[in-house]
Nanobody
Framework: QVQVMESGGGLVQAGGSLRLSCVAS????????MGWYRQAPGKQRELVAS????????SYADSVKGRFTISRDNAKSTMYLQMNSLKYEDTAVYYCASVPTLGSWGQGTQVTVSS
């Protein structure tokens, strides 16, 4: 199992940028496909971006395509989410986890976009 810690969230104006980081513990990080999920108040958690184990293949939800970029550094057991052109509707708690999930979640990092 992999344990994760997300960071990098904050309050930003619409149109701004943030870079989220996810540091993982456990030797299996480098063999897992990973993803960034988010959960807005009153909504279900959704997968917004995913990346395969080697970082050569990525996928994005339509709502963030062209604005978010997922990447990973297996040597550092770290995954990133560069978020540009943020919109109010991107406001949510962002989590990193494997894809598919193994059932464990970190505490997440809050992203708040003011309109």
């Amino acid at each position: 199992q992999v344990q994760v810690m997300e960071s990098g969230g904050g309050l930003v104006q619409a149109g701004g940028s943030l870079r989220l980081s996810c540091v993982a513990s456990g030797s299996i990080f480098s063999i897992l496909s990973m993803g960034w999920y988010r959960q807005a108040p009153g909504k279900q958690r959704e997968l917004v971006a995913s990346i395969n184990s080697r970082g050569g293949s990525t996928s994005y939800a339509d709502s963030v395509k062209g604005r978010f970029t997922i990447s990973r550094d297996n040597a550092k057991s770290t995954m990133y989410l560069q978020m540009n052109s943020l919109k109010y509707e991107d406001t949510a708690v962002y989590y990193c986890a494997s894809v598919p999930t193994l059932g464990s979640w970190g505490q997440g990092t809050q992203v708040t976009v003011s309109s």
